[in-house]
């Protein structure tokens, strides 16, 4: 057992706090990661506060972890030590149902262990990436190209790969209109992967304040969802929209922003439920879809893309004090584009 320093929520209301515990031997399977940095997503904010069920305390979040392998166990041929990797929000599955051996490993059917809050095989709560180490099976770490700084990997391995997907899937890429709804931590990669793919990227974001970002960041138009002339001009502008959203949206009115076959696909994941008419599907052909993150192969798959076009995220690196302060700020949607925890200040 290696002890490690971490930060970690005590209950749904109190701050974040300092605190140690404890990572398992390195079994043969098992790689050991020194965390260098790690990325704040809101889905740790929406988790830590039981906005979707009862969170088990305490809580380490952090899904988006990106460092160097420390030591590897016996049977690891993929990694030695030295080698810069991350692990993203899952760290186990079966491995053995019709979706895991589809490289779906996120839709595990027999339910996977995600990297905090799960019951792992050893009957043990995972902990996740606000600590110094991380012991993780080696199908379950990917590596992180020498192209993008690991502070700007940490977030593509939650924010890009849940945005990378279902780009993908539906085909984004030259002569798709595609829209981002939400130019945050998913928003902000989603508009550059988007655009890396060849297609034509609208923001869609409650004012224009982070307009002159969204255009330096690929976007080809941006639009203001406040102003109701938004959802005039732009009425079946778009193939695509990929929701990032947090909170819940007037659904119908952005499902009349698709063009006849066109999808939206529902990323956000607001405590909520969302409501729609079922004509704004219907008058158009319209779809409406949701993505949970993507599988291991295809996150590896999302940092090559990433690696290969100049991708990282654009990050506000932060001390790990500062995790309350930043969960405030992310909140307010005062987030440029990524808080994300320099891991040697917890040592
Ligand atoms: P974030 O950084 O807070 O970004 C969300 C953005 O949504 C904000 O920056 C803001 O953009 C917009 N927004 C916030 N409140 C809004 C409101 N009331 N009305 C309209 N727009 C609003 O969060 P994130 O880390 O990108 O995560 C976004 C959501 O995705 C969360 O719900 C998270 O849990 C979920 N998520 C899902 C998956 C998955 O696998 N499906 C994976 C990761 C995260 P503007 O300021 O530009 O309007
Ligand atoms: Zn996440």
Redesign the pocket.
Known sequence: MLTVNAYAATSATDPLTPTTIERRDVGPHDVLIEIKYTG????D??HVRSEWGEATYPVVPGHEIAGVVAEVGPEVTAYVAGDRVGVG?MVDSCRECANCRTGRE?YCLKGNTLTYGSIGKDGTLTQGGYSTHVVVNDDFVVKIPDAIALEEAAPLL??GI?TYSPLARWGAGPGKKVAV???????HVAVKIAHAMGAEVT?????L??MDDGLRLGADHYHA?SDPETFQTLAGAFDLIVN??????DLDAYLGLLAVDGAMV?????AEPLSLSVFSLIMQGRSYA????GGMGETQEMLDFCGEHGIGAEVEVIRAEKINEAYER??A?D?R??FVIDVSTLR
Do not use: E
Request: some cysteine; glycine content about 12%; hydrophobic content about 40%.
């Open positions: 704040i997503c809101h889905s904010i929406h929000c996120q939650c924010a849940t709804v939400g130019l945050g931590g998913l928003g923001v869609l974001s409650q004012s304040k982070k969802t990032t959203v947090s909170a819940v949206l529902n990323v956000g994941a607001p949701g993505s949970l993150i992310v909140l949607s987030v584009y990524r």
